[in-house]
């Protein structure tokens, strides 16, 4: 599946925690600009189309290959298109990935020594 920022949008809006929902067993996840809150249950419907989404990132981002990326790099898909020119769409994907236990932040206490003063993330 090739990356798409209104897909990657519909996931979120999808499976975030609605107002009316219980937030036991959320799954919680620290963004860079804010925190989610995903329902359990519509991330594990939506798993595999996330793993997909990610797979779809450059292969410096993945840990069989380049062990992570600085998150600037999230808006190239592997064939070297830019995909987005949001920052928020790249965070919204980062943390779906985190929520389906598919990406996972690195190096979130150093943020100020990076670039751009952004963590770097790996695709699991």
Request: charged share 25%; glycine share 10%; net charge negative.
């Amino acid at each position: 599946m090739a990356l798409d920022p209104e897909i990657v949008q519909s996931l979120v809006s999808l499976c975030l925690l609605r107002p009316d929902e219980p937030r036991d067993g959320a799954i919680e996840v620290e963004g860079i600009r804010g925190d989610y809150s995903f329902h359990v249950d519509r991330i594990a419907e939506n798993t595999k189309t996330i793993g997909e989404l990610l797979f779809d990132l450059p292969d410096q981002f993945k840990a069989s290959f380049g062990g992570g990326w600085s998150f600037l790099n999230a808006c190239i898909d592997r064939h070297g298109n830019q995909w987005t020119g949001l920052h928020q769409r790249m965070e919204e994907l980062v943390c779906l990935g985190i929520a389906a236990k598919k990406a996972k932040w690195q190096m979130r206490e150093l943020v100020d020594a990076l670039p751009g003063g952004v963590p770097f993330f790996v695709v699991l």
